[in-house]
């Protein structure tokens, strides 16, 4: 039997999801024009779009580990194999303003109604337990409807006026709290501190806290598709992640999975950016240049994000950022490769100006501009991350220790590589602030 949901796209009734006989997964448009695209590798202007494209968007909204999944479809009595049947059950707020909703619900979620529940700290300590390294069913808990994708243990919450709440319904959370790696000491403190020191140089980065409920420290980020209205109504802004808008499934989100590549991304923003171009293809290099000194290993496709709302797309702020110095002492930098190559080369230290000259050729940006960004950011972010440790202190200080020497021996080597590419110095003018 042919089954369909209601696609919700900023609170409108923009598209039907449908699961044929097959199991095979169909997107129709009910027009050629919609608030947003549902992705960017669906637009509006092809009313309908077949499974090969729609089932690594569906994907791609979903927690990335199969036993987590699992875990879901026994709770919802469903196969957890199937992302039509998840999202039946979970789909109503989802990453970005897209809500995936059973014909009978969409005109109560269209009034956006729903309900609300405060949560103490020790309600939300008592969730945090329950993310036990290994255990599936952590990741499910009773009356949570929200759908978040990715590899590590996360909820969601709503926030009102410095209290926390979980809700139900229709209305959309506002924060996602995030336990960190288990098997990575301070993961999360480390996360909160590699973002803070990435918005202290200027990046535009997902704002975050780093908090303690009774016994167990959290990271809090702030939902950055998620606004206000003039009148204070809190809307959801549509996102979607690279994988999505590449149409690319999740356990391929890395390049030497054959996952997108840099060039791909900004292949993409070139075509679909507009006027904000080169824009966003200049937010995107610097966190690919962020990244790379701060040897953050994880920064692959999935890790980056557009935000759409009619025909404007605009590069999301960098989220999921975590240096990887603090974990691994077999090398000097404390780890070996980055996510994504540039100009084939994606060790950590050995990425030289040659190799962006290469990427840029490859790209059509220019090497110059590239470099001198790299110089700038190295001399930049020991600084802000020593900042960044400082405001944490004391929790951060054995952190600080493990992850400072290290950041800075590459951001010296970096510093040594660039600083004489076509002229870089010291003095040279800031690039692209």
């Not at 919802?76 to 897209?98: K, Q, R, W």
């Not at 949560?119 to 290994?134: A, H, I, V, Y």
């Not at 200027?202 to 606004?227: C, H, M």
């Not at 204070?232 to 690319?248: K, N, T, W, Y």
């Amino acid at each position: 039997m042919t089954k369909v949901l209601n696609v919700l796209l900023y609170s409108e009734y923009v598209a039907d999801l449908v699961e044929t006989r097959s199991g095979a997964h169909r997107l129709q448009y009910l027009r050629d024009s919609s608030p947003a695209p549902v992705s960017l590798s669906m637009p509006p202007a092809v009313q309908s779009h077949g499974h090969k494209t729609v089932k690594p968007f569906l994907e791609g909204l979903l927690p990335d580990r199969v036993d987590v999944r699992e875990a879901m479809g026994a709770k919802y009595g469903v196969s957890g194999a199937n992302p039509f049947a998840l999202l039946t059950h979970i789909g109503e707020d989802c990453a970005g303003a897209v809500q995936f909703v059973h014909p009978s619900r969409r005109d109560e979620v269209l009034s956006g109604s729903g309900q609300f529940r405060e949560l103490s700290d020790r309600d939300l300590s008592q969730r945090l337990r329950e993310f036990k390294p290994g255990v599936a069913t952590s990741w499910v808990a009773a009356q949570e409807h929200w759908s978040l994708g990715g590899a590590q243990s996360k909820f969601a919450v709503r926030e009102e006026n410095g209290r926390f709440y979980s809700v139900t319904g229709a209305e959309p959370t506002t924060h996602i709290i995030k336990p960190g790696i288990a098997d990575l000491r301070d993961q999360a403190l480390n996360e909160h501190i590699s973002m803070t020191a990435l918005r202290r140089a200027g990046l535009s980065v997902a704002e975050t806290d780093f908090r303690e409920f009774e016994d167990q420290s959290a990271l809090i980020v702030k939902r950055y598709d998620r606004g206000t209205t003039p009148e204070g109504r809190l809307v959801r802004i549509h996102q979607e992640d690279m994988c999505q808008a590449l149409s690319v499934f999740p356990k391929d989100k890395y390049e030497s999975s054959g996952g997108p590549r840099a060039a791909d991304i900004v292949r993409l923003l070139r075509e679909t950016s507009g006027d904000r171009g080169d824009r966003n293809i200049k937010h995107f290099t610097d966190g690919l240049i962020a990244n790379y000194l701060l040897g953050a290993p994880d920064a692959h496709a999935k890790n980056y994000g557009v935000m759409l709302s009619g025909d404007q797309v605009r590069l999301a702020p960098l989220y999921d950022v975590a240096s990887g110095y603090p974990y691994d002492s077999s090398t000097q930098t404390g780890l070996r490769f980055a996510a994504m190559r540039i100009g084939k080369e994606s060790q950590f230290g050995k990425i030289e100006p040659r190799h962006w000259e290469r990427f840029a050729a490859e790209t059509g940006l220019d090497a110059k501009a590239l470099c001198a960004r790299v110089y700038e950011l190295a001399t930049i972010l020991p600084d802000a991350v020593s900042d960044a440790i400082r405001a944490e202190a004391p929790a951060a200080d054995e952190l600080g220790r493990r992850l400072l020497d290290k950041l800075a021996w590459m951001c010296e080597v970096a510093q040594n590589q660039y600083r004489d590419f076509d002229g870089i110095s010291a003095a040279s003018p800031a690039v692209g602030t």
